[in-house]
Each structure stands twice: as structure tokens, then as C-alpha cells.
């Protein structure tokens, strides 16, 4: 059983920039992807990047394309992201593991999720 971490939240005024982390128990090269899904208030999770650890190919969701970026070493995956806005305050989740052929942005193909890091965006 995998354990993921998140750490890195915390609240920034809008156009500053944060850096997520996601510290796994397992090495992150035996996930077929990493991923970071955010959620607001009143709100469903949505995609926010996602990452297919063998080549490190990364995949964006529009809602943040341009403003973030994902990475990862051996045993954490990364968000850095910039320019925030109000809108992008919300809970952040870091996922692991997918099933080969299927969609990274669909949070039912992953196994493995973190608690959350909070991330609030002031006006």
C-alpha cells in the first residue's frame, strides 16, 4: 500500500507562486503516473497535471496550462506553480498509479491519493 504526502500549501497573494510536494513511500518510477487534482468548495476535483513516470512525459489541464509546471525525482512529485489567481484556491491532492490506457485526468483511475495540501489565493 502506497502512502502519499503533500506539503507546500499555504496562502499568497494573487501573481505569487507556490511549490508543491509529494513525498511517496514507493520509489515513483513504480507508478505508471503521477498526478495533482485540486478541489474548491462546493466543488468537484478536477485534473490540474499529470505526469507518466516512465520519460517523465507531463499532460496539463487547461485550467492552470502555462501557469504550472509538474516534475518529479526518485521518490517526489512536483507542482510549481505561478501567476496564481483567486480562483485557484482549493484543496490540491497529489495521485499515484493508473491503469495503462487509461485517462490521467479522470481521478477514478488512480489508487493511491495524499490528504491534501490547502492552497488560498488572495485578492
Known amino acids: 500500500q502506497a502512502q502519499l504526502v503533500e506539503s507546500g500549501g499555504g496562502t499568497v497573494e494573487a501573481g505569487g507562486s507556490l511549490r508543491l510536494a509529494c513525498a511517496s513511500s514507493?520509489?515513483?518510477?513504480?507508478?505508471?503516473?503521477m498526478a495533482w487534482f485540486r478541489q474548491a468548495p462546493g466543488k468537484e476535483r478536477e485534473p490540474v497535471a499529470g505526469?507518466?513516470?516512465?520519460?517523465?512525459v507531463p499532460y496539463y489541464a487547461d485550467s492552470m496550462k502555462g501557469r504550472v509546471t509538474i516534475s518529479l525525482d526518485k521518490t517526489s512529485l512536483y507542482l510549481q506553480m505561478n501567476s496564481l489567481k483567486p480562483e485557484d484556491t482549493g484543496m490540491y491532492y497529489c495521485?499515484?498509479?493508473?491503469?495503462?490506457?487509461?485517462?490521467?485526468?479522470?481521478?477514478?483511475?488512480?489508487?493511491?491519493w495524499g490528504q491534501g495540501t490547502q492552497v488560498t489565493v488572495s485578492s
Open positions: 505526469i507518466r513516470t516512465i520519460g517523465e
Open positions: 514507493h520509489d515513483t518510477i513504480k507508478y505508471t503516473h
Open positions: 495521485a499515484a498509479q493508473m491503469p495503462w490506457g487509461g485517462h490521467w485526468y479522470e481521478a477514478r483511475n488512480f489508487a493511491y
